[in-house]
């Protein structure tokens, strides 16, 4: 009981807030919608829940997990945070400039798992994040701001195509810009702040 009372103990609503944006920009539910219409149009089967619960696992198994691969390697945080930084740096310019620099796996057959939860959801760009900013976040904050990522992601997928259909490839273009400019500035903010500790 104590234990789970100083672990809520140490969640901090600001940086639930600020880590929630920032991942759910990475994770990116609404700019991946054309990819998953495209898929259901294919014939691949696309089950919500499995998709979050396996997305939710990868990324809370990684986000515990980081660190000690990090120790495994002899990487500090901030090295790693400098590198993940310039990652989102590019996922960034892949929204604003709509340019293709990450290639994605073959979307053929059944979809839930793969390519779906990893590694579209929980995949490279959501690791290299989470792992940059623990040097700023405590991991409560960030557990909680996952499962939220996860809630919206699961009622992005379930309601897919009344998104498309009511909000348009127009708003959904707009949505996918403004969250390529907000990781953008994180981006830099994680290269240049932690540059500053390093030196």
């Given at each position: ?16 807030i ?5 991942l ?9 919608i ?13 089950k ?11 990324l ?12 495994l390697?002899g ?25 293709t620099?990450f ?16 590694p ?5 760009g ?5 792992l ?6 405590s991991?409560a ?8 990522c996860?809630l ?15 909000l ?20 830099c ?9 390093v030196?």
């Amino acid at each position: 009981m104590n234990t789970i009372q100083q672990f809520f103990g140490a969640v901090d609503f600001w940086q639930v807030i600020s880590s929630f944006i920032f991942l759910i920009a990475i994770i990116d539910p609404f700019g991946n919608i054309p990819i998953t219409i495209a898929m259901q149009q294919k014939g691949v089967k696309i089950k919500a829940w499995r998709v979050c619960l396996a997305s939710l696992i990868i990324l809370l198994a990684f986000l515990f997990l980081g660190e000690w691969i990090l120790k495994l390697f002899g990487v500090q945080i901030e090295y790693f945070a400098i590198a993940g930084g310039f990652v989102i740096f590019l996922m960034a310019l892949e929204m604003i400039l709509d340019v293709t620099i990450f290639q994605n796996s073959n979307l053929d057959g059944e979809g839930s798992i793969v390519p779906l939860a990893f590694p579209m959801y929980a995949g490279p760009g959501a690791f290299t994040a989470l792992l940059a900013i623990t040097a700023e976040y405590s991991i409560a904050s960030l557990c909680v701001s996952l499962v939220l990522c996860i809630l919206v992601l699961y009622f992005v997928l379930i309601g897919t195509n009344w998104l498309t259909k009511y909000l348009g490839q127009t708003s959904l273009y707009i949505i996918r810009k403004f969250f390529g400019i907000i990781v953008l500035a994180i981006a830099c903010k994680l290269m240049f702040g932690n540059l500053a500790a390093v030196f």
